[in-house]
C-alpha cells in the first residue's frame, strides 16, 4: 500500500505528496519545454535565463504559437497574479523575477491579478479585512522588484471588479457546475464563491484584448497547479472567440523544512520577505539539508544536495553562476564542505537580498495606487 | 395519474401547472396575509390598497416585525426587481404600483435591481447585449409610473457591480452548493454563474445597511416564486449579523391565454406597454373568458369570471371601484353581459392606460442615468 504521504495531489488549492513533474506534464496534456524551444525563446528575448537552464520552468501550453505570432509582429501580454492569503516568502518571488524578465525583455504589459475573492472563498478562517491587507501587502512585493507603472496593471479582483465582471459573466455562462467539478473536483460542500471563482480567473487572459477591441495572445507564467484553471479558460477562450492563452510553468520551489514543504503553520518554513535579519539568518540556520548525523561521516561519505534546501535556494535565486553552483555541488558530494560551512555562504546573500527588497519595499509603498488597472477603466473600447 | 399540465412548479425561473397558493405558502413555510394584518398595515400605512384587499399581495414573512419596528421609528427601505429577458407586459406592473404605493406612504427608499447577469445566465439564447437593451427598457417602463430619483435606486447588476460585489463575496461565503441545489433545484448542467447568482440577489437586502454603516430592516414586494433566495437571504442575514429581510409576496398576475399562461413564443398572451392601440385591442379582444360556445347558452346559464382573463385584468388594474368589479361580475355570471360587450369595457381602458405610461416613457426616457445606484459611491461609509 502506497504511503499515503506520498500519493501526488496538485490542485490550485492543494499541492500534497512527492511531486512528478513527468508524471504532471501527462496529466495536465502540457508539453516539456526541450532544448530547442529554450533556444528559440533565448534567440527571440535576446538572452538566456537561468529559471530556464535549470529547468524551474520546464512546461508550457502554446509557447511555439505564441512565439510564432510575436515574430509576425502579434506581440503578446503576460497575465500572472497572486492569491494573497498571507505574507509573501521568497519562494513567490522566484516566479515573479521571471515575469519581469519576460516583460523586460518582449517589452510588454503585465496584468498581475491579486485572487482576494478566491482566497477568502476557499480559506475559512480568512475575514475580508485580511485578503484585502494581504492584498496592498503582496502587491508591495511585487513592485519592490521593480516593476514601471506604464506597463504593469495591478487587477484586484474586489476594487475593480467593474472591469472584470461582465467579462466574467460572459465566461461563466460557458462553464457547467459538472465541468468545474471534473477539473477542480469541487465538492457539493464548495461554497458558491469558489464554484464562481473559475471565470474570474479566466478574465484576465482576455482582459487586453476586451480592452483594446483586438484580440491579443497572452503568455500565463505559473506554477503549474494552476494548470486546471487554463484548461477551463483556453476551452471558453475559443467560444467566446479569443485566442486560447499560452502559458509557461514553474515547479514548486520548495521550502526550508524536510521534504521541501512549506506551511503556513510553521513560519519557520519559510524565508518570508519582511522577515528581519535574525530571524531570516535563524531560519537559513535551522534548514533542513542532505547532511549526514555526524561531521565525520559527512566528510567520509559526502552529502545530498538533491534533497536539501539550502542547495534548493542556490539553484533557484542565491546562485546565479553555474560555475560557483557546480563547485558548491561538488564540495557537498565529496564532504569537503559540511552543512554548516555551506549554510554561512547562504546567510549573507539572503540577509542581502531581504535588505534590498526591503528598501525597494519602502519606496514602493505608497505608489502602489499608480499600477491600479482601474486607469484601463478609462482605456475600454468595448 | 395526474396530468402532467397540473403538477405545480414554483421556482425563481419556472412557474408551471395549477398554482395553488395555499400550497405554496405551506410548501414555502410564509405567513398568510390576514384581515388583522390587513388592518395594520391600513392602519400605519394612512389608508387602503386594493392589492391587499383583493389578495393579489397575500403572503408575508416578518411583516409584523417590519410594522414594529416602524412604529419604533426604525424606518425599512424598500427592494425589488426586475429580470431584463424581455419587454414589459401589464402583469410586471401591478406589483411595481403596489411597490410605489409602499414608498410613498412610508417615505422610505427602494432599490430597483436589474438583474441582466442572471437573465443572460438562465437564458440560453440571450446575449449580452441584448439584457444591457433590456435593462434600459425596463428601467424606463419602472420610471414612467412616475418615482423621484432623490428615493429611488436603479441597481444594474453589471454595471454597478462595484457597489455589489464586496458584499456579494461576503454572502457567496456562507451559501453552500448542497444549500442552492436543495433550495433551487440546480442540476450540474447549470452553468458556474447561475449558481453564483444567488449571492447577487441576496445583496440588495443588505446594500442600505452596508452603504450608511447602519443595520436597517428591509422590505421585498414580490411575487412569490421570488421566495426561495430570500429563504437563503435570510439565512445568510443571520450569518452576516444584518437583518432577515421582510417580505410581502404577490400571486402570479396572469396572460390573456387560457388558463392565464404567459409565454415569451406568443406574443399574444401579453399586452406589452410599448404595444400600439391597434395591436393592444387585437389581444384583448382575443384573450381567453369563461364564456359559452354561444351567445345563447351564455345568456342562458351564465359565464365564469373565475377563469376569465379579462375579470383579471379588471380585479388587478383596471377596476379599482369595487362596486363596478361586483356589478361587472354579476353580470357576467348572470348572461346579462356577453363577453364582447365586457371586452368593451376594457379595450378604452386599456388604451388610456398605454398611452399615458407610452407618454410618460418618452418623458422620462432620457433620464434613466438620474436614477442610477452608482451615486451610491461616494455614500458609501464602509
Same mark, same amino acid.
Request: proline letters at 4%; aromatic letters at 12%.
Given at each position: 500500500m502506497?504511503?499515503?504521504?506520498?500519493?501526488?495531489?496538485?490542485?490550485?488549492?492543494?499541492?500534497?505528496?512527492?511531486?512528478?513533474?513527468?508524471?504532471?506534464?501527462?496529466?495536465?496534456?502540457?508539453?516539456?519545454?526541450?532544448?530547442?524551444?529554450?533556444?528559440?525563446?533565448?534567440?527571440?528575448?535576446g538572452e538566456k535565463h537561468m529559471y530556464l537552464e535549470r529547468d524551474l520552468f520546464f512546461s508550457h501550453r502554446d509557447l511555439d504559437w505564441l512565439l510564432d505570432e510575436y515574430e509576425k509582429?502579434?506581440?503578446?501580454v503576460i497575465y500572472t497574479g497572486r492569491g494573497p492569503s498571507g505574507p509573501v516568502h521568497i519562494g513567490h518571488i522566484v516566479p515573479w523575477i521571471f515575469t519581469k524578465?519576460?516583460?523586460?525583455?518582449?517589452?510588454?504589459?503585465?496584468?498581475?491579478?491579486?485572487?482576494?475573492?478566491?482566497?477568502?472563498?476557499?480559506?475559512?478562517?480568512?475575514?475580508?479585512?485580511?485578503v484585502h491587507r494581504f492584498t496592498r501587502e503582496n502587491a508591495i512585493d511585487l513592485l519592490a522588484l521593480g516593476f514601471e507603472p506604464e506597463n504593469t496593471f495591478l487587477v484586484d479582483d474586489i476594487k475593480d471588479i467593474s472591469l472584470l465582471y461582465e467579462i466574467a459573466v460572459r465566461v461563466a455562462k460557458k462553464v457547467t457546475f459538472?465541468?468545474?467539478?471534473?477539473?477542480?473536483?469541487?465538492?457539493?460542500?464548495?461554497n458558491i464563491g469558489g464554484i464562481w471563482y473559475p471565470a474570474m480567473q479566466a478574465v484576465l487572459a482576455f482582459l487586453h484584448s476586451e480592452i483594446t477591441g483586438t484580440n491579443t495572445p497572452c503568455l500565463?507564467?505559473?506554477?503549474?497547479?494552476?494548470?486546471?484553471?487554463?484548461?477551463?479558460t483556453r476551452d471558453v477562450a475559443d467560444k467566446l472567440g479569443y485566442y486560447k492563452p499560452a502559458s509557461i510553468q514553474n515547479r514548486f520551489v520548495p521550502g526550508?523544512?524536510? %521534504? /521541501?514543504?512549506?506551511? +503556513?503553520?510553521?513560519?519557520?518554513?519559510?524565508?518570508?520577505?519582511? @522577515?528581519?535579519?535574525?530571524?531570516? !539568518?535563524?531560519?537559513?540556520?535551522?534548514?533542513?539539508? %542532505? /547532511?549526514?548525523?555526524? +561531521?565525520?561521516?559527512?566528510?567520509?561519505?559526502?552529502?545530498?544536495? @538533491?534533497?536539501?534546501?539550502?542547495? !534548493?535556494?542556490?539553484?533557484?535565486?542565491?546562485?546565479?553562476?553555474?560555475?560557483?553552483? +557546480?563547485?558548491?555541488?561538488?564540495?557537498?558530494?565529496?564532504?569537503?564542505?559540511?552543512?554548516?560551512e555551506c549554510k554561512q555562504i547562504l546567510v549573507p546573500r539572503v540577509l542581502d537580498f531581504l535588505e534590498r527588497h526591503q528598501s525597494a519595499r519602502e519606496e514602493v509603498k505608497d505608489r502602489v495606487d499608480e499600477f491600479s488597472a482601474s486607469r484601463l477603466m478609462d482605456e475600454i473600447k468595448r
Open positions: 502506497a504511503d499515503k504521504n506520498d500519493e501526488m495531489i496538485v490542485t490550485p488549492w492543494e499541492v500534497r505528496g512527492k511531486i512528478d513533474y513527468d508524471r504532471l506534464i501527462e496529466l495536465f496534456g502540457t508539453q516539456r519545454i526541450d532544448q530547442k524551444l529554450k533556444e528559440r525563446i533565448y534567440r527571440v528575448a509582429g502579434d506581440k503578446f524578465w519576460l516583460q523586460k525583455r518582449f517589452k510588454t504589459r503585465l496584468y498581475f491579478q491579486l485572487t482576494n475573492d478566491e482566497k477568502f472563498w476557499f480559506n475559512e478562517e480568512l475575514t475580508i479585512e485580511d459538472s465541468t468545474a467539478k471534473a477539473v477542480f473536483g469541487f465538492e457539493n460542500s464548495m500565463i507564467p505559473c506554477a503549474i497547479d494552476q494548470d486546471p484553471h487554463w484548461r477551463v526550508l523544512a524536510e %521534504g /521541501g514543504k512549506m506551511s +503556513a503553520s510553521d513560519p519557520m518554513s519559510a524565508i518570508f520577505m519582511t @522577515d528581519k535579519p535574525k530571524l531570516a !539568518k535563524k531560519k537559513v540556520m535551522n534548514a533542513f539539508t %542532505g /547532511g549526514r548525523s555526524t +561531521a565525520e561521516e559527512q566528510r567520509r561519505l559526502g552529502a545530498n544536495p @538533491d534533497i536539501c534546501s539550502v542547495f !534548493k535556494y542556490y539553484n533557484f535565486i542565491f546562485v546565479p553562476d553555474n560555475k560557483e553552483l +557546480a563547485d558548491i555541488e561538488r564540495k557537498c558530494r565529496s564532504g569537503e564542505m559540511l552543512c554548516g
